[in-house]
């Protein structure tokens, strides 16, 4: 059986990862369904275990051996017949396939299945994936009527179902009829029709809220817009919807420090505007780091602009509710 030994070396790829971990807790659970006597799967299961541990390949099924009871000769003669049997997946290089026998394991686990327990495990797969929409479970089938005769089952991608699942599910059909009469289905469509209105109405009103906090958020609110110089000779601006102007001083000094200047402060009409759109706009040029943008090197010049409050008409309307038109100037 050396063949097998370079497969250890083997880097795993592809869609999934598979582990070698993965495997081997599918094949404990699985052997059977997969159709392996104790004895194939005390030696598939100490291959898997060495890789695991990654053991000298060249001693690999002296390992086995070891751990099962087997001679040497019995372990390769296993190893050969599970080849033989496609049971241990190889290359053409005669590398181990662990995706393939993981995706054998899965089949095999997935066919010893009940209809019912592999609808719900495909039904718990689709939400951990991200529900109905994109991700269709097994269950969602459509009844096929393009037959010569009865009804068959499709699944969402039009492929009719095998015969076997076709006759557990009329059978499991029929056991649903026999155990619920027609009060029980009435009272459970009543019941979840009532769910369906109450999380109608929730997303209604979320919807409303939601839309209730956009037109608030668009809504101007009244504020103090705050011009201070720093110890490091630079300007920054702060604002403030809730506090008065001399507490907001006040939490700045506690911020900065009580060696900051004050050097302005508006009380402005559509603050979060006034602040981001006008203020912070007019003076990109003069912000010392282009990207925080949060301290400003102002001239004589901009101080003043800033202290005479004659802003252009937006600005104006922003600051003060007002806009100015000519020598006008009107309340909006």
Known sequence: MSAIIPAYKRKYGGLKMIYIGDVITLLARNFKNYDLSIDEFLVLNG??????????????????????????????????????????????????QLDELYYALNRAEREAMSLIERIKRAKRESYQMGGYGEF????????????????????????????KMMKELAHE???????????DIEKYNKGLQERKEREAERRKRELQERQKQKEEARLPVNGNIIIFKIPNGYYKFSYSTQLSVSTKIVNLKEQYGDHIQIIHSIEVHDTMKFYHQFLKKQFTNRAVDKQRNSEYDLTQEDIEFIKNEKYPSNAMEWAFGTVTTGNEESKS
């Open 136 to 163: 269709p479970h097994m269950g969602m089938v459509e009844l096929g009527v393009n037959t010569e005769k009865g009804i068959c089952i499709q699944d969402n991608e039009g492929f009719i179902w095998n015969r």
């Open 47 to 96: 291959l898997l275990t060495n890789l695991n541990n990654n053991l000298n390949h060249r001693k690999t099924v002296e390992n086995i051996a070891q751990t099962t009871s087997k001679t040497i000769e019995e372990v390769n003669s296993i190893l050969n017949l599970l080849v033989e049997s496609e049971k241990l997946p190889l290359d053409e290089k005669y590398m181990i």
């Open 173 to 183: 059909i029929i056991e649903f009829v026999n155990h619920y009469d027609d009060e």
